[in-house]
């Protein structure tokens, strides 16, 4: 492993002179010539490649699915029956779901390339003694690398020294702000996040300087690990394709039996010739094919990404359409996914009053409030005094551009600067009357910002003073009122800031000092003297956003469980989680007490607890497989490189378009092009949908099937003529799938679809009312089909006009049956059943066409063996079309009558 220990001390619980002893380095840096070892040692900083397949075999994968090899089949079935156009529009079928597959698959790869992309492509190093530049994956172990603002991590690295080093590690543990980084070493056991001497690669160096030596480079480093955890997940099937999987199995294999059956009664029992007979079985199957169904899958499925895609969900694979109306957990990430990632200031305390600061974000929108009422500053003079304390000792700006607001500066400090601005304060024009004489910058060392002012018309200075509550209380012995100053309430002051604190707020205090007239410059002992007055306090936290407390509840409401699963502190992830509505009764678990668990016990954990917070990667990674051995169906949202793993391993992995990494979108099914978690509940609608309308599709198409096999097998039976040919079966299947079946694709969402229960993924794709209804229709169509056949033979046709007529029989049941399967149960005889679809009534009307050339056109008479009919025949067609729509309508008020309920869809 490159740049590993050769202990089992972790390179954060080390001391800063151990470490450089440990990898036999020093002040100096590197020679060239121990570089040049190291690197043919340990190789360069790069992640490794995956190894990928070629596009011939990945396409050639398109084919291993059981309903290709029923299509398969059927193509060779036709082909020995040299019906080459029939075989030619099977295979056509075959083919472009091959391509749709093909094209859909092979993205999660991509993630591997996202992440490598995030490494530094130039470090600043010391090395023989001088500073030079060198290209990233040139650092070895041992390397003394140089940071500045800017500047991405280039390795893994143990720091030296710190200046003032604030680290964006968002993409690792997903904080919302900025970690100050210091040389100390911590614990053994301490959270990714704490390990405060490290700065980890491809973080962001958001302010200051620091120096580090070089622990690890290229798998070794923690975005090495996640690399390597992307690589080892295995992305899982969705419950639909392992449900058509097991549908595919056994239709092949009832096909199989019932050909075999009628070619050993046909020729044995009722004496058939040999090619008769086996001509009357190969009907038989390809009757039974549904051969339109992959393609009407890949289209239904299509439309669902349309629509969703219009509600701000990008589907990046077809599948993970239906997986979303299956989800039954859904795993989400706080920071700017539930959150805004955009620091907000909550609650002012001052002396003697609280207020509460409304609106979220960096947009200048809400306002105080005490006591449920807005305030006016001029009637809180100590909460003006504050306000304008804040707006002064700061160097962050708001500025408007592009429609929106966008924060230049630390986000801590715009966020205070959006709080003045609320009250109605102008940021440049209390600068303008304070002009800033001097400043202290903020330095994590001692934790406070101080700045120099005088103002213009009273000639007085004041020092303001911004920082940690303990480090600007230590320095205060006065609180300032509204009557004046008084002394300091230290222990009030704790108390109050612990309440707040327990909300998951960040806390800082603001205080202030008069200073002489003739003073112009600033120096630590102006504050390590003491005689400060505190002017306030403020809680600051990344609020959620408000529409994803709607979308919460909503998903609840649907009997999906949110559980969020961060690598921010227990007491931020719990208030997050309180205001989101999110269950914190089981408690918050972080990701240290994960680890000694088996995987048995983290199943029983899982189910117990909604919020763990201080997660790394595997502990993401974990969660979501207990999930998912508990038979859950998983959806994990998230924006950073370390939610990358779990995006890839659930069942639908969904990554923030706007603020996420490159590597998470990749990894991901669905991208979220608003970074809404809003649309994720729009998403589960049109998932469920998009999952019923596959259903009804399934639905109709079945009885269309089970009515030719009938009525071939019915003929067999009797030793009578087949009523059917194959060509003929083949072009009603194809005709009626393209045309009636996908009209069913369009159909909007059913009433309550969001107020029902996640459909259970172990069960099979048909329940039992719904095979009842398949047979039941198939009989039907067999008795409109099959007796049109027997009425014309007995009439003493010939052939061609008896089989046309049967063959239109069965296709005006179909048209009647559509109308019916709209609704599963609900009545169709209304206006909104007969006409509500635009899709339907151009279906229906395609189709009238298309079996008007089937019946009078001369060449499709020679091609299909059909011919021409009169009105009689059509009178009789129509009659049993209205017939067979009345019964299967009352068949369904039957079955509301009895109370039983809508079916499972």
Known sequence: MRGASSSATPWHSREPDEVLAELAASEQGLSGEQVAERLARHGE????????????????????????????????????????????????????????????????????????????????????????????????????????????????????????????????????????????????????????????????????????????????????????????????????????????????????????????????GRHYDLLETFLAAVSLAVAAIPEGLPAIMTITLAIGVQRMAVRNAIIRRLPAVETLGSV????????????????????????????????????????????GEEVALEQHPVLAEALRAILLCNDAELQRRDGGWHLEGDPTEGALVVAGLKAGLDAREVARHYPRDDVIPFESLYKFMVTLHHHHEGGQRLLFLKGAPERVL????????????????????????????????????????????????????????????????????????E???????????????????????????????????????????????????????????????????????????????????????????????????????????????????????EAAAMVLADDNFASIAHAVEEGRTVYDN?????????????????????????????????????????????????ALAFEPAEPGVMRRRPRDPGAPILSGFLVWRAGFVSLLLLAGTFGHFLWMERQGVEIELARTVAINALVMGEIAYLFNSRYILEPAWNRAGLLGSRAVLFAVGGLVVLQALFTYSAPLQLLFGTAPLGVKEWASILAFGVILFALVELEKALFRRRGRGAPRV
């Open 45 to 268: 900083n790069r992640l490794p490649a995956p190894p990928r397949s070629g596009p011939l075999r990945r396409f050639l994968r398109q084919f291993h699915n059981v309903l290709i090899y029923v299509l398969l089949a059927a193509a060779l079935g036709t082909a020995l029956l040299q019906h080459w156009v029939d075989t030619g529009v099977i295979l056509g079928v075959v083919v472009i779901n091959a391509i749709v597959g093909f094209l859909q698959e092979g993205k999660a790869e991509q993630a591997l390339e996202a992440i490598r992309g995030m490494l530094s492509p130039k470090a600043l190093v010391l090395r023989d003694g001088q500073r030079r530049t060198v290209p990233a994956e040139q650092l070895v172990p041992g390397d003394l690398v140089f940071l500045q603002a800017g500047d991405r991590v280039p390795a893994d690295l143990r720091l030296l020294r710190c200046h003032n080093l604030r680290l964006d590690e968002a993409m690792l543990t997903g904080e919302s702000v900025a970690v100050d980084k210091q040389i100390d070493a911590v614990d053994a056991d301490a959270d990714l996040g704490d390990r405060r001497g490290m700065a980890f690669s491809g973080t962001l160096v958001a302010f200051g300087q620091g120096r580090g030596v070089v622990v690890g480079t290229g798998a070794a480093t923690e975005i090495g690990r996640i690399s390597t955890l992307l690589g080892e997940v295995e992305t899982l099937t969705t419950p639909l394709l392992r449900e058509i999987a097991t549908f595919g199995r056994w239709l092949s294999g009832a096909i199989v039996v019932l050909a075999g059956m009628t070619f050993a009664f046909g020729y044995w």
């Open 694 to 742: 596959l259903r009804k599709a399934i639905l109709y198409i079945l009885p269309t099937s089970g009515g030719e096999a009938l009525t071939i097998m019915a003929a067999v039976l009797l030793g009578m003529t087949l009523p059917l040919l194959p060509a003929q079966v083949l072009w009603v299947n194809m005709v009626t799938a393209v045309t009636l079946s996908l």
């Open 328 to 371: 039954t957990t859904i795993c989400t990430d706080k920071t700017g996914t539930l959150t805004r990632n955009e620091m907000t200031v909550k609650t002012l305390l001052t002396a003697e009053e609280s207020y509460e600061v409304s609106g979220v974000g960096y947009a200048p929108h809400g306002g105080i409030h005490h006591a």
């Open 474 to 545: 230590a320095v205060c012995d006065r609180e300032r009122t509204r009557d004046g100053d008084r002394p300091l309430d230290r222990p009030r002051w704790e108390q109050r800031m612990d309440a707040i604190a327990a909300r998951g707020q960040r806390l800082l205090a603001v205080a202030l000092k008069p200073m002489d007239e003739e003073r112009r410059t600033l120096a630590f002992p102006d504050v390590e003297a003491g005689g400060l007055t505190l002017v306030a306090v403020c809680g600051i936290i990344d609020p959620p956003r």
């Open 547 to 665: 529409e994803a407390i709607a979308a919460v509840r909503q998903c609840q409401q649907a009997g999906i469980v949110v559980k969020m699963i961060t690598g921010d502190h227990a007491v931020t992830a719990r208030a997050i989680a309180d205001e989101l509505g999110i269950r914190t009764a089981g408690g918050v678990v972080p990701g240290h007490v994960l680890e000694p668990l088996s995987d048995g016990e983290l199943e029983a954990l899982v189910r117990e607890v909604d919020v763990f917070a201080r997660a790394t990667p595997e502990h993401k990674l974990r969660l979501v497989r207990a999930l998912q051995a508990g038979g859950q169906v998983v959806a994990m949202t998230g924006d950073g490189v370390n939610d990358a793993p779990a995006l890839k391993r659930a069942d639908v992995g969904v990554a923030m378009g706007i603020k996420g990494s490159e590597a998470a979108r």
